[in-house]
Antibody, heavy 120, light 110 residues
């Protein structure tokens, strides 16, 4: 059974940093690209960042470019999101998601999310 | 990276069919056959419902179907059931390994 478990969220002041983790199990982690998607309270889904299976290809949404860094450790079956210079509008539930087994089109498994609150 | 445009809400009665549109641009939906759809219940993670515009992952009911024309993708749910009441999101590849979601549509089953 595929499982994605996010952790690392919490309350943080504006301008500070936070590192999210996503522990993956139930599939061959190093075969798939992975994504971070966030959802602000009461709002829709927003793609944040993605990383290829070998970390060679990385992309970010314009809203986080230069502030967030995605990475992965295939030996530990883990995905990470380093979030620096956090702003109140980064407040959201952050999901990690696995690229679909159907040729990488869409995201077929999601974690339950970890909540990040940016507030003074 | 502008969000795809979806209607904020749609509604239908049990047994009816509804369609949710998702409008993008020539840089996303119009350029790639890589539209996916997600169902989300309140407080739950999204569920993968369709990919490549019209293909269903294993386990998804055949009441869910999709299509694409130009810069617009559509999700149709036939034989509407109470359990279909949820939020629905489209998502498209937007080039350079980036993705863009729609703003979401709240489906109400009357």
């Amino acid at each position: 059974e595929v499982q994605l478990v996010e952790s690392g969220g919490g309350l943080v002041q504006p301008g500070r940093s936070l590192r999210l983790s996503c522990a993956a199990s139930g599939f061959t982690f190093n075969d798939y690209a992975m994504q971070w998607v966030r959802q602000a309270p009461g709002k829709g889904l927003e793609w944040v960042s993605g990383i290829s299976w070998n970390s060679y290809s990385i992309a970010y949404a314009d809203s986080v470019k230069g502030r967030f860094t995605i990475s992965r450790d295939n030996a530990k079956n883990s995905l990470y999101l380093q979030m620096d210079s956090l702003r109140p509008d980064d407040t959201a539930l952050y999901y990690c998601a696995k690229d679909s087994s159907s040729g990488g089109n869409g995201f077929d498994y999601w974690g339950q999310g970890t909540l990040v609150t940016v507030s003074s | 990276q502008s969000a795809l445009t979806q209607p904020a809400s749609v509604s239908g009665s049990p047994g009816q069919s509804i369609t949710i549109s998702c409008t993008g641009t020539s840089s996303d939906i119009g350029s790639y056959n890589l539209v996916s759809w997600y169902q989300q219940y309140p407080g739950k993670a999204p569920k993968f419902m369709l990919y490549e515009g019209s293909k269903r992952p294993s386990g998804v009911s055949n009441r869910f179907s999709g299509s694409k024309s130009g810069n617009t993708a559509s999700l149709t749910i036939s034989g509407l059931q109470a359990e279909d009441e949820a939020d629905y999101y489209c998502c498209s590849y937007a080039g350079s390994n980036t993705w863009v979601f729609g703003g979401g549509t709240k489906l109400t089953v009357l």
